[in-house]
């Protein structure tokens, strides 16, 4: 659980070999649509295996603060919906902490709400955009005001919204679905068409909760009003957490891991087909669908990695493992390159300088570009002074890479990674060798 302090800086040690058999805390995207869907519907959702991120957390003490009872247990959420007309005013501002995806989806819910609400955030959040959200929601008859470049903080006065016919000027998955919850309370259908397929987890979690959702190739619609039903949901582990130990499983020479019960919906296993198609020896194993998404096992063995360019129309379904990927392109004999990528720069830190940054402090090249990085292959790593920029996929990538330099590393800020994985490193110490 979250709820270990952790120190603010960690000694990363060369390692030897990663064995053994972990798991990866309840997904962090998924955990949120769960919470928010329960939170609207009528009846009890209990939710198993709920994301020990503080990014989780945040959506479950907003959601409080509107009214509704949550209960919490080590592994299990429970969520006694008040119904999509439930919900109370906030007395003070929802504080959505370093979530990006608790402002953007429940402003969806809140734009649908006879009431006002101010969301507000950390340092982090407050710089990050949020027009691409205030556009569509102001379109369905939402009033929303904010800071000055459409940041937070957000003040929203809900009501009775119109559908809409959305264009996403960008591929995220977050405003689809801030604009698909907002749809719930909209009379009529909503459609929304997206650039580049992006996770889909709130159209499957609509569907488990009996809301029909329609689909063909990159357009979603909705019927509104419409309202969730409840029932008992299972978080599969979190891909994107895992990922650090895939990478790491395969640069780290004699690694032999198994990474158990992680979520594999075709919307997030990006990272999968890349790696595997550039060399890397990842067996997938027990796949199973549980609430409506695919769940499996990762055999993971050290391997000889090729490297090359990522496919731009894949970068949305890894824009969070791209970090990781880009300390991976170090040890790759071909390097790794990926444009496409603007949306890292407005992350919780921008991650191409972010990564850039800290490669250059581990004595690696690498070419910053507008929308992405070139980062030349078979490069020996040293042990360095690493920031995490207060960015918990930057944390994390970079003890991966102190995992295979030379030399420690010491890495300042390490904290953050409570934000979506809290037992990182208890869990790197135990296979660690
Ligand atoms: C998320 C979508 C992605 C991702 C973020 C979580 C989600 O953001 O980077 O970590 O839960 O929908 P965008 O939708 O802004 O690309």
């Given at each position: 659980m979250a709820q270990q302090p952790l120190p603010d800086t960690q000694l990363i040690r060369p390692a030897k070999g990663l064995a053994g058999s972990i798991r990866m805390p309840g997904d962090k995207s998924i955990s949120h649509r769960y919470a928010l869907l329960g939170a609207i519907?009528?009846?009890?959702?209990?939710?198993?295996?709920?994301a020990s991120s503080a990014d989780c957390q945040s959506t479950l003490d907003c959601l409080a603060k509107l009214g509704v009872p949550i209960e919490r247990r080590p592994d299990r959420v429970t969520i006694q919906g008040v119904g999509p007309r439930g919900l109370r005013a906030s007395p003070t501002a929802l504080d959505a902490g370093n979530s990006g995806s608790t402002m953007r989806l429940l402003s969806g819910i809140l734009a649908g709400q006879p009431f006002r609400s101010i969301l507000t955030g950390d340092a982090s959040l407050s710089r990050r955009p949020m027009k691409r959200i205030i556009d569509p929601l102001t379109q369905m008859g939402a009033r929303i005001s904010s800071a000055d470049?459409?940041?937070?903080?957000?003040?929203?006065?809900?009501?009775?919204?119109?559908?809409?016919?959305?264009?996403?000027?960008?591929?995220?998955?977050?405003?689809?679905?801030?604009?698909?919850?907002?749809?719930?309370?909209?009379?009529?259908?909503?459609?929304?068409?997206?650039?580049?397929?992006?996770?889909?987890?709130?159209?499957?979690?609509?569907?488990?909760?009996?809301?029909?959702?329609?689909?063909?190739?990159?357009?979603?619609?909705?019927?509104?009003?419409?309202?969730?039903?409840?029932?008992?949901?299972?978080?599969?582990?979190d891909i994107s957490s895992a990922a650090f130990?895939?990478?790491?499983?395969?640069?780290?020479?004699?690694?032999?891991?198994?990474?158990?019960?992680?979520?594999?919906?075709?919307?997030?296993?990006?990272?999968?087909?890349?790696?595997?198609?550039?060399?890397?020896?990842?067996?997938?194993?027990?796949?199973?669908?549980?609430?409506?998404?695919?769940?499996?096992?990762?055999?993971?063995?050290?391997?000889?990695?090729?490297?090359?360019?990522?496919?731009?129309?894949?970068?949305?379904?890894?824009?969070?493992?791209?970090?990781?990927?880009?300390?991976?392109?170090?040890?790759?004999?071909?390097?790794?390159?990926?444009?496409?990528?603007?949306?890292?720069?407005?992350?919780?830190?921008?991650?191409?300088?972010?990564?850039?940054?800290n490669l250059r402090r581990m004595g690696a090249q690498v070419e910053e570009l507008e929308d992405g990085l070139i980062v030349p292959g078979r490069q020996p790593l040293r042990g360095a002074e690493l920031d995490s920029y207060g960015d918990h996929r930057i944390a994390m990538a970079f003890a991966v890479a102190g995992l295979v330099a030379d030399g420690s590393s010491i890495l300042h800020g390490s904290r953050c990674v409570n934000i979506s994985f809290p037992e990182f490193f208890a869990t790197l110490n135990q296979v660690a060798e």
């Open positions: 519907a009528e009846g009890t959702t209990e939710i198993h295996n709920f470049g459409g940041l937070p903080p957000l003040d929203i006065q809900g009501g009775q919204l119109k559908p809409i016919c959305y264009e996403m000027p960008i591929a995220s998955a977050q405003v689809k679905s801030a604009i698909l919850l907002a749809g719930l309370f909209a009379e009529g259908v909503t459609e929304i068409r997206e650039p580049l397929a992006t996770r889909d987890h709130t159209e499957i979690a609509l569907e488990q909760m009996g809301v029909d959702v329609e689909r063909r190739r990159r357009t979603v619609t909705v019927r509104g009003p419409a309202q969730p039903a409840a029932k008992a949901l299972y978080t599969p582990g130990f895939i990478v790491a499983g395969l640069l780290v020479p004699d690694s032999n891991l198994v990474i158990q019960n992680v979520g594999l919906n075709p919307t997030r296993t990006a990272i999968l087909d890349v790696l595997a198609s550039m060399g890397g020896q990842i067996n997938v194993l027990n796949v199973q669908t549980i609430s409506g998404e695919l769940v499996g096992d990762l055999h993971v063995q050290s391997s000889r990695l090729q490297g090359g360019d990522l496919p731009v129309e894949l970068i949305p379904r890894l824009i969070d493992e791209l970090p990781v990927l880009a300390v991976l392109g170090t040890q790759a004999e071909r390097g790794l390159a990926f444009r496409g990528a603007a949306e890292l720069r407005v992350k919780e830190s921008d991650r191409i300088k972010t990564v850039a940054q």
